[in-house]
């Protein structure tokens, strides 16, 4: 979705936007500009497509002067990605330059009011409407007509301004979109995401809702909505360049799928001590937790797999009924939660609107929030009542792959903490799920170990137009990313079905020729599995299936071909299954040729709804 960079210092900006706006560019999106001060004044350039393209718009014009500048990469919402509607916007007077990501909902009623003042507007844009009407209520201090503005729009923002007669200092503001300020020497950076500044400062702070900052080369001051100012905690970023960068594979998704060993052992090690699950984070006491009505999972995309898999788990492990929300849906199906609710919210980025409104609702309605979390200091680990943050380090691919498995394994600790809480879980079985979870990152090396079979599946298959992922229990979960996977990077027609629900309709579509992925390593309904996939191999479909090693002979009768994971506990059983599906759609992208980085239409972390 949009990012947005900006600096104020005493170097020249647009090298230092620029190369913000590209470490921004994982998060997709169809335009880009920037906008700097100088001494031929607010120089804007803005085009439709790729940095490289606004790059090389800037050098024909020589460069661009100044060492203050707003730099922002677009997604379309309001208006089709073209020059015009690509940020920064300017007012008709041309001093006030303005990026926005997020957006305000009413803006074609401010608009409909500036056109009748005389105002002239050139783009279809809702971002526009927010520079027009500081120029309307500019008076000689930014600040001030700052703040009338934001009291006059409604929506989301993290918006960057620069005014031409205070051409000193930048000003920020955030609703509901995250925008971070970054402390240097002799200089200071506003940006929607970390990765854009961290190679300039580790040191940050994260503005909350309904402030606006003032950042000039020396000073940083941070305001209330009435301007009273506010004392801000700095934070300090603490991993390494490095892992946002491709470290010699071709894409970033297949190094994060290589990362997960890693990022699995990092989630899980500093939370087991003396064979014990212990989560400091986290104030829920035995009694809170047995006395829970419920536990509402919400969360959106591949974190909802996550909490499809998390119900198995935890009703299985908790005894308590699990249910499972897209966050979307959440807010408007008047949803039963009470004080004795657990809302357990899944999220990477910690940003996702949709589920950050989510949560809101469920705090509204009484629950209390857990969520589980990559992103540091992000708006929804900010908003809930405990967190528990995967140690993933930064996911750039728009795929998840290994913020989705550290979630696995922290639903997993989560299981095995409260049923020790409650009672709901014995010293063996307790012991030897935890003895299996910590054994899981040895193991993904193992599945990741065979990823050149799966390279050799994908070539088989990756020219079937049309996939069916079918499984039940945490095969179905496992099945659901796996389609996922496939359908967002490569572009294939893919569904995922519980294998028994197939006949209920679905099955008309097999035919000769279809593709299924035959999920089958959930050994309690393995034979009932298996009768599902011989229906669909007798209507003509090519299987491929995945299953546990020990199953490995009796699946390969039936299926075309296999691919095994080693057996774990049946618990953990998604977080083996889930690679082979991530390893297989990126070869199958591959071989299709998809930017498999930056999938169309797609963004890392939609602050939309
Ligand atoms: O950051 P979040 O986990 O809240 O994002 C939710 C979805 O947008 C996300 O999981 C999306 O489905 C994945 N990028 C798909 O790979």
Not at 21 to 44: H, P
Not at 446 to 467: G, K, T
Not at 494 to 519: D, F, P, Q, R, W
Not at 580 to 590: C, S
Request: aromatic content about 8%; some cysteine; overall charge negative.
């Amino acid at each position: 979705m949009c990012g947005i960079v900006g600096f104020v210092g005493r170097k020249e900006a647009a090298p230092i936007l620029l190369e913000g706006l590209r470490r921004l560019e994982y998060r997709g999106y169809d335009s880009a500009g920037v906008a700097v001060y100088g001494s031929d004044g607010l120089q804007v350039v803005k085009t439709k497509g790729r940095i490289q393209a606004l790059a090389e718009q800037v050098e024909t014009r020589g460069g661009l002067n100044g060492s203050i500048g707003l730099g922002h990469t677009r997604w379309a919402t309001h208006g089709a990605p073209s020059d015009i509607n690509s940020h920064p916007h300017v007012s008709e007077n041309g001093r006030i330059a303005v990026v926005h990501n997020g957006i305000i909902e009413n803006y074609a009623e401010i608009r409909e009011f500036l056109e009748s003042t005389g105002v002239h507007f050139v783009s279809e844009t809702d971002t526009e409407v927010v520079a027009q009407l500081l120029e309307y209520y500019y008076q000689g201090n930014i600040l001030d007509a700052v703040t009338k503005a934001l009291h006059r729009i409604r929506g989301a923002y993290a918006l960057g301004i620069l005014c031409a007669d205070c051409p000193d200092r930048l000003i920020a503001a955030r609703k509901d979109s995250p925008l971070i300020l970054g402390f240097g020497e002799g200089f200071h950076v506003l940006a929607s995401d970390v990765t854009a500044v961290i190679e300039h400062t580790r040191d940050v702070c994260y503005l909350d809702d309904g402030e606006i900052a003032e950042l000039t080369a020396d000073h940083c001051w941070v305001y209330d909505a009435y301007l009273r100012p506010v004392e801000k905690e700095h934070r300090h970023v603490d991993w390494e360049i490095s892992a946002a960068e491709k470290g010699g594979y071709e894409h970033f998704m297949l190094k994060e799928i290589m990362e997960q060993p890693k990022a699995v052992r990092d989630t899980i090690t500093p939370r087991i001590r003396d064979g014990k699950v212990v989560l400091d984070e986290l104030e829920f006491s035995p009694e809170y937790l047995k006395n829970l009505d419920k536990i509402y999972i919400i969360a959106c995309g591949s974190s909802y797999h996550v909490g499809m898999a998390a119900k198995y788990v935890l009703e299985r492990l908790l005894r308590k009924p699990v249910e499972v929300a897209l966050a979307s849906e959440f807010r408007y199906c008047d949803p039963i939660v009470t004080e004795k609710t657990l809302a357990l919210v899944i999220s990477q980025s910690g940003e996702t609107i949709d589920t950050l409104a989510a949560l809101r609702e469920a705090k509204r309605l009484g629950a209390r929030v857990l969520s589980i979390v990559n992103v540091v200091g992000s708006s929804i680990a900010r908003e809930s009542d405990g967190v528990l943050y995967t140690w993933a380090g930064p996911e750039i691919a728009v795929a998840t792959t290994k913020a989705y498995s550290t979630q696995l394994a922290v639903v997993d600790l989560i299981g095995l903490a409260f049923a020790r809480a409650m009672g709901t879980i014995g010293e063996e079985e307790y012991a030897k799920l935890l003895a299996a979870l910590e054994d899981l990152p040895r193991q993904l090396e193992e599945v990741l170990s065979h990823r050149e079979q799966i390279q050799y599946l994908a070539s088989i298959y990756f020219n079937h137009p049309s996939v069916f992922f079918i499984g039940r229990n945490l095969d179905y979960a496992v099945g659901l990313e796996g389609s996922l996977k496939l359908k967002e990077i490569s572009y294939l027609h893919s569904e995922a079905y519980a294998a028994g629900e197939l006949k209920h309709g679905t099955i008309s579509l097999i035919e000769s020729g279809t593709l299924v992925v035959a999920l089958a390593g959930c050994r309690p309904v393995f034979e009932k599995t298996m009768s599902n996939v011989v229906e669909v191999k007798s209507r003509g479909a090519d299987v491929l299936g995945l299953t546990i090693a020990p199953l490995e002979e009796a699946v390969g009768k039936v299926v075309d071909h296999t691919l095994t994971v080693p057996e774990t506990h049946p618990l953990l059983l998604p977080s083996l299954e889930v690679v082979p599906m991530q390893l297989f759609a990126y070869y199958v992208a591959l071989m299709h040729g998809c930017d498999i980085d930056k999938p169309r239409n797609l963004a890392k972390s939609v602050t939309v709804e």
